[in-house]
């Protein structure tokens, strides 16, 4: 039985089971240890310049820029913290609901924060896909304006995303009832491009709707020890920009800029290195998608009267099939080679699953879902 080597937080196997370096962000780290950190701390300006510009993408082109804030984090969940920070100090909305399903942090998050969490519907279990409807249908009953929590780019747990239409229409429902946007994007580039991963919150800023946008990137760099991330508002208006911008600076005077700051800093700033990484991150991307195609081509054989046609229509690192639920015995079973390639909810680690452990992946699925 293979063994899986995985150090958390790294969530990534390449075709040989090992959690890869890219190779732009080893060059980056040599060209940095020569910069020093005089240069580093020059870094932070054309951080949050570039990846300002991985997230809203084409939609400050033309604007006034003042309404583009980006600020340094952490991490993607140290965006999420400090912007649901950020929100409780914006009365009066005080309920924040959260796809169904999402990430368990995103409750702990926000109720720390003193938000009352609710949930929205979002995957529809037995149809095994978005139940766009129910969402648009809920968001519409909602008696007051509240922080809507969307995740972009193959970020929900289930893999499963909104189309640019499901977007537009949600971007249009959110304007014309106030509510707030709050996204969650920590994948961007590993669904589609990096382009077309971000629409939704381009959506929201073409429509002149105020957002925020946690971003992490810790996966899209393949940063599992250091991680960085940013938190970015789109402001409809320079006077509402303007206190969120002083906030922002607060935070910068306070927090140390984060680890990898001047790496992804480098990377997206110089054109070679920059090419270097899209490559890299377009093979992960793409790696994904045949591991996915092989997954499913093996379990149609095994198992041809179940429907296995998610599997290729979810993207990105996850997967969901309530047939997988813990009442399988498909976690605890000895067939799986790593219990972590099924959670105790039924989602699946596709980008756990290589060519060399698929078989036994796929028998033990194929196994856990026979009738
Ligand atoms: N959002 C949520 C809800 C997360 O749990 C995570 C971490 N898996 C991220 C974003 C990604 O951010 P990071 O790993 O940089 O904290």
């Known amino acids: 039985m293979e063994r899986l080597r995985l150090d958390p937080p790294a969530l990534y196997l390449d075709a040989q089971g090992n959690v890869p370096q890219f190779e732009s962000v080893r060059q980056a780290r040599t060209e940095l240890r020569v910069g020093g950190s005089a240069q580093a701390a020059a870094d932070a300006g054309l951080y949050a310049e570039a990846v300002g510009g991985l997230v809203f993408g084409d939609s400050r082109d033309g604007q006034d820029p003042r309404h583009f804030l980006t600020h340094p984090t952490a991490s993607g969940t140290h965006a999420l913290t400090l912007g649901a920070r950020l929100l409780a100090g914006m009365p009066p909305t005080r309920r924040v609901y959260l796809?169904?399903?999402?990430?368990?942090?995103?409750?702990?998050?926000?109720?720390?924060?003193?938000?009352?969490?609710?949930?929205?519907?979002?995957?529809?279990?037995?149809?095994?896909?978005?139940?766009?409807?129910?969402?648009?249908?809920?968001?519409?009953?909602?008696?007051?304006?509240?922080?809507?929590?969307?995740?972009?780019?193959?970020?929900?747990?289930?893999?499963?995303?909104?189309?640019?239409?499901?977007?537009?229409?949600?971007?249009?429902?959110?304007?014309?009832?106030?509510?707030?946007?709050?996204?969650?994007?920590?994948?961007?580039?590993?669904?589609?491009?990096?382009?077309?991963?971000?629409?939704?919150?381009?959506?929201?800023?073409?429509?002149?709707?105020?957002?925020?946008?946690?971003?992490?990137?810790?996966?899209?760099?393949?940063?599992?020890?250091?991680?960085?991330?940013?938190?970015?508002?789109?402001?409809?208006?320079?006077?509402?920009?303007?206190?969120?911008?002083?906030?922002?600076?607060?935070?910068?005077?306070?927090?140390?800029?984060?680890?990898?700051?001047?790496?992804?800093?480098?990377?997206?700033?110089?054109?070679?290195?920059?090419?270097?990484?899209?490559?890299?991150?377009?093979?992960?991307?793409?790696?994904?998608?045949?591991v996915r195609a092989a997954l499913h081509k093996t379990l149609c054989r095994l198992s041809p009267a179940w429907d296995w046609s998610y599997l290729t229509h979810q993207r990105g690192f996850f997967s969901y099939d309530p047939a997988l639920h813990p009442a399988s015995g498909l976690a605890e079973a000895a067939a799986l080679p790593d219990p972590r390639i099924v959670s105790a909810s039924g989602r699946l680690g596709i980008s756990l699953i290589t060519e060399r452990n698929l078989p036994q992946i796929a028998h033990a699925i194929a196994g856990a879902s026979a009738p």
């Open 99 to 290: 796809p169904t399903p999402s990430w368990s942090n995103h409750q702990r998050i926000f109720e720390e924060a003193g938000f009352e969490v609710g949930h929205y519907p979002y995957f529809d279990a037995h149809e095994r896909q978005l139940d766009v409807d129910a969402l648009v249908g809920f968001l519409c009953r909602l008696p007051d304006p509240a922080i809507i929590v969307l995740q972009a780019s193959c970020h929900n747990p289930t893999g499963s995303d909104l189309s640019r239409d499901q977007w537009d229409v949600i971007a249009d429902v959110i304007k014309a009832l106030g509510h707030i946007p709050f996204i969650d994007m920590a994948y961007q580039g590993l669904g589609d491009t990096l382009q077309n991963d971000n629409y939704g919150v381009t959506a929201m800023a073409d429509r002149g709707v105020f957002t925020l946008v946690a971003q992490s990137c810790s996966k899209i760099f393949q940063l599992s020890e250091t991680r960085c991330g940013s938190l970015s508002a789109y402001c409809p208006s320079a006077a509402q920009a303007q206190p969120l911008a002083r906030t922002m600076q607060s935070w910068t005077r306070m927090d140390a800029p984060p680890a990898s700051l001047g790496v992804v800093a480098r990377i997206l700033s110089q054109p070679g290195l920059r090419k270097l990484w899209q490559d890299e991150l377009n093979s992960m991307r793409d790696r994904v998608g045949q």
